[in-house]
């Protein structure tokens, strides 16, 4: 009997770490694909808002090309997100749903407190005003972000994410 409790000891102990995700209860606002390891829908990681609400966020007051004056964004940190999905890779595409993509390196997610915003002045953003989901920099940090390069990486009304090696 002492082998059994050994043999499963250690059989849990080397999977801990590869869970995969749990099955999202909610309908699906986002599929990170490609070199994902903790997949939950075939090969791809799936996420409904309960789930990314869950995950470490980061909540900022900033100004962007794209609001009025200051505008509080919250939701989960992208690498956070990434880390969940056990993603690795060099780049993202990141696609809306109308089919506008970005490449963002990596590095963007692991470097900066990028964010996929789900709340913009503490109200779920819907579709037609950039939701469910977008990605925004963290200006508020770092003026140096404030370019066309950074601005066009802010993908709004997210529905994908695939990370390329």
Known sequence: MPRLFLALFCFLSLTAGAHALDAPSGPVVL????????????????????????????????????????????????????????????????RALNDYMAEVPMEDADRLETMLATHQDGKPMPVRDKGPLMLVYPFDLDSALFTEKYFARSVWQIKEIEVLP
């Open 31 to 94: 599929t990170v694909k490609g070199q994902v390891s903790k997949p939950n829908q075939g090969t791809a990681a799936v996420f409904d808002l309960a789930m990314l609400a869950a995950l470490p966020a980061r909540s900022a007051e900033m100004e962007t090309p794209w609001t009025k004056g200051k505008t509080r964004f919250s939701g989960p940190l992208l690498r956070a997100v990434l880390d969940a999905a056990g993603a690795s890779g060099k780049v993202l595409v990141v």
